[in-house]
């Protein structure tokens, strides 16, 4: 019909019409974009999986065990609390900790890259230099200590494992009863004059856990773990037996928490996956290599993800090619994983800004991810280039790119790509594009955040890792991503 209509116009008439079509064509038509169902999710009041199940404490199951590898169950926490999730407030809820969380993460960065005597001493006060865990961290597992299985928190940017202690001076609510090393053969104390105690103080830079009161020396080696909203857990250092699947490890040092105040929903501690020696990853270099994968799955099933340790690649499911990139060595920052951010595409067109070629984190405790300014600004003018005509909505809390779309079913959402060092390409997940401030849609926010200074360090979230095989290699100081579907249940 165009066609026929075309051909009938002048010469002249034709040609410009014809070179806006194809320039039409060049510009809109080749943009890479994937289809997102808006309200079928978690969070919709319509949905079947709107009331989360009924404990959070699930079997240990081991996915998959090879030779020096081993595979856990992994879940979002929310689903389950035991309750009934009121999601409007719980969204926004989420929003005000994570930005709690980026805000302290970045003054402990300034505070450990810094040389200076006062920020030396205000680091000796926030023992563990690792990053700061709140509420924000969302999946968790289930291992075996001393017998007892435990759910943990799963937190790459924090390096001291730890569970609430029978008997508890001051503790959460827990979903479970806690550990009690009473009933525990395999239970030992960690003293002072021990140089598993000194490997905690040379780890965190505390420098004096085994200081006496009123003349008294302490005997037991004591850590303090201090977060950026006031939350803490504190206690005795010691070593037990604990189960990672089928894979048992005897005298795994780790924090028996007599005093725990904070965020830490009805979980029974916090599984540190950093870089320190008191990690779990440091721990077990003999056992897995060094070694560890996750794939966080997309909360709308409800399913399972995986955390597995060693580097057996047959317990993968990815459906593409791993591909690796360097780990940044910053020996300030050696808790933490550092990637290099060489570029990124919005529907497959690839941005320009001098920004890109600097150190950003990977982190399973944050959840939206944060770019600096300069490059925020170029993901947010193409986004809204390609995604337009969606009737547009306020801003809330960090996030600034909102539409809303509760006339909406299905829509075309353009494809983010973040590119490092060695073309390493993750394209978001496009249950990671759009955050749901509102459960019904009418309040729904591009998932990307900017940082508050050019020179502060970008942190790419939880949220923007989903439905990714995701490999830390301790050893070869490398990072591997494939794409895959995380759900196992």
Request: aromatic share 8%.
């Amino acid at each position: 019909m165009l066609k026929n209509k075309a051909t009938s116009l002048p010469p002249l008439l034709l040609l410009p019409l014809l070179l806006l079509l194809s320039s039409s064509a060049v510009i809109y038509g080749v943009h890479d974009k994937k289809t997102l169902s808006v309200h079928n999710n978690i969070w919709s009041p319509r949905h079947s999986s709107y009331k989360a199940s009924s404990t959070c404490c699930f079997s240990p199951t081991t996915l998959g065990n090879g030779r020096a590898s081993t595979t856990l169950e992994m879940k979002h926490r929310q689903l389950c609390s035991g309750e009934s999730i009121d999601w409007d407030k719980k969204l926004r809820r989420t929003l005000f900790l994570d930005n709690i969380r980026v805000q302290s993460l970045q003054l402990r960065i300034k505070a450990m890259t810094s040389s200076t005597t006062e920020q030396s001493v205000s680091q000796t006060q926030l023992p563990l230099t690792s990053g700061i865990k709140l509420q924000t961290l969302n999946y968790i597992v289930t291992v075996g200590l001393g017998g007892k299985n435990m759910t943990l928190i799963v937190d790459t940017g924090s390096d001291l494992t730890w569970v609430q202690c029978q008997p508890c001076r001051s503790c959460y609510n827990q979903q479970g009863p806690l550990y009690d090393p009473s009933v525990s053969s395999s239970y030992k104390t960690v003293f002072c004059n021990s140089s598993t105690c000194q490997d905690l103080v040379a780890a965190t830079g505390n420098s004096g856990p085994c200081g006496g009161n009123n003349g008294v020396p302490k005997t037991t080696c004591e850590y303090v773990v201090s977060y950026g909203d006031g939350s803490y857990t504190r206690g005795d250092l010691a070593s037990e037996s604990i189960l990672l699947g089928d894979s048992k490890l005897e005298n795994f040092v780790f924090g028996c928490g007599r005093n725990n105040k904070g965020l830490f929903g009805g979980a029974s501690g916090l599984m540190g996956l950093g870089r320190s020696s008191v990690s779990l990853v440091s721990q077990t270099l003999k056992n897995f290599n060094g070694v560890f994968s996750y794939c966080l799955p997309s909360l709308e099933d409800g399913a399972s993800g995986s955390l597995s340790f060693g580097n057996d690649s047959s317990v993968y499911k990815n459906l593409t090619s791993v591909s690796y990139t360097p780990l940044v060595q910053n020996p300030r920052l050696s808790s933490f994983y550092i990637l290099n951010l060489t570029g990124a595409s919005i529907g497959g067109v690839e941005l320009e800004t001098t920004s890109f070629g600097r150190g950003i984190l990977i982190d399973s405790g944050t959840v939206i991810t944060r770019l600096p300014p300069s490059i925020y600004k170029a993901v947010k003018t193409e986004f809204l280039k390609q995604f337009s005509g969606f009737p547009s909505a306020p801003s809330y809390s960090i996030l600034d790119t909102c539409f809303n779309l509760t006339s909406y079913e299905d829509i075309s959402i353009p494809t983010i790509k973040m590119i490092f060092e060695g073309n390493t390409e993750l394209e978001v997940d496009v249950t990671g594009v759009f955050y749901f401030v509102k459960p019904d849609a009418s309040l729904v926010c591009l998932a990307l955040a900017s940082l508050s200074y050019e020179n502060e360090v970008g942190i790419i979230g939880n949220y923007q890792q989903k439905n990714q095989r995701v490999i830390y290699d301790t050893k070869q100081e490398s990072l591997g991503i494939a794409r895959e579907n995380c759900s196992i249940g």
